[in-house]
């Protein structure tokens, strides 16, 4: 059965591939190493680090690391537990403040002494949170489709899904599950999905499971209504402790970035830039042309 795809348009960037390394991190039970996907000239001092959603890997941002990569060394981690990361003994460690400890440790590695960071949704509060701390590196800071603020309704209709224990014949059928809980990535063409869809399984015998740990899930599932305001309170005082000029995208009909919390990001802290993209809701991917030309104008512009 034919996927039902709507056409988008694609970056006519030049075709490069990237090459995968791994940094050790150390988390309370012991020593993990993560996957980090690197494009462009290893040389570049002008580093972008691009980090994916909660349930994601890294090659999420294939399209957007290839329009950059002539302008920037693009990093593209798999935050511990996804893609080609470990998966940790203690589920407990799959939080934010142990993934922003992990990407301090993958900056040493690159010995980056300033980045441009990109975040899509959990790696957008990964960035916030490095962002906020003294003497941070991040220069330049885009939030996609996440704030301090997210909407519980959301956070419960994600917890419905993830940790599920699936398993598909063929990367089409992974491919009809994938895009029937993605409705909000928005329109992608068919070969557009398949590539987004690939790097999210890995073999299983003669089929196929997503490529992540289902105990991400533990953590995430575990967040009250309680829970969820006292760590709403924490990361309003992260943001306003931002300095960097920070951009905040969103799509129009996200139920995880509610629009009054985007308008309070341009008002507080740093003072946000928002760009919202029509027919799109959690999250956009960066992968059409729009898309990427305003995170483009945004990095690259005065």
């Known amino acids: 059965m034919a996927l039902p795809y709507d056409v988008a348009m694609t970056s006519d960037a030049p075709l490069t591939e990237p090459h995968l390394n791994h940094v050790q991190c150390l988390s309370a039970r012991g020593l993990h190493r993560m996957a980090y996907w690197e494009w462009g000239d290893s ?39 996804r893609g080609r990361s470990d998966w940790l003994a203690d589920p407990a460690g799959y939080q934010i403040p142990a993934y922003v400890a992990d990407m301090v440790t993958l900056l040493a590695r690159l010995d980056a002494q300033t980045v441009h960071w990109v975040g899509t949704s959990m790696g957008g509060l990964i960035g916030l949170g490095l962002a906020s701390l003294p003497q941070s590196p991040v220069e330049r800071l885009v939030l996609n489709d996440v704030g301090p603020t997210i909407q519980f309704k959301a956070l419960q209709r994600i917890g419905s899904y993830i940790g599920q224990p699936l398993r598909w014949n063929t990367v089409d059928e992974a491919a009809e599950y994938l895009l029937s809980i993605s409705a909000g990535f928005g329109p992608h063409s068919r070969e557009q999905w398949l590539a987004l869809t690939r790097p999210m399984l890995k073999a299983d015998g003669d089929g196929f499971v997503l ?18 305001l006292a760590g709403e309170a924490m990361t309003w005082a992260a943001f306003n402790a931002i300095r960097c000029p920070t951009l905040v995208l969103r799509g129009a009909e996200s139920d995880v970035l509610a629009r009054d919390t985007a308008q309070s990001m341009m008002q507080r802290g740093p003072k946000a830039r928002l760009h919202e993209f029509a027919g799109v809701g959690h999250a956009p991917t960066l992968v059409a042309d729009d898309q990427i030309a305003v995170v483009r104008e945004f990095l690259l512009g005065p």
């Open 211 to 228: 490529h992540y740990d289902p105990a991400i899930a533990l953590p995430f599932k575990a967040i009250t209504p309680e829970i969820a």
């Open 43 to 81: 040389a570049n001092p002008r580093v972008l680090v691009c980090v994916h959603g909660l349930a994601r890997q890294a090659r999420d941002f294939d399209t957007l690391a290839r329009a950059l990569s002539a302008d920037y060394r693009v990093v593209c981690p798999d935050v511990v537990g």
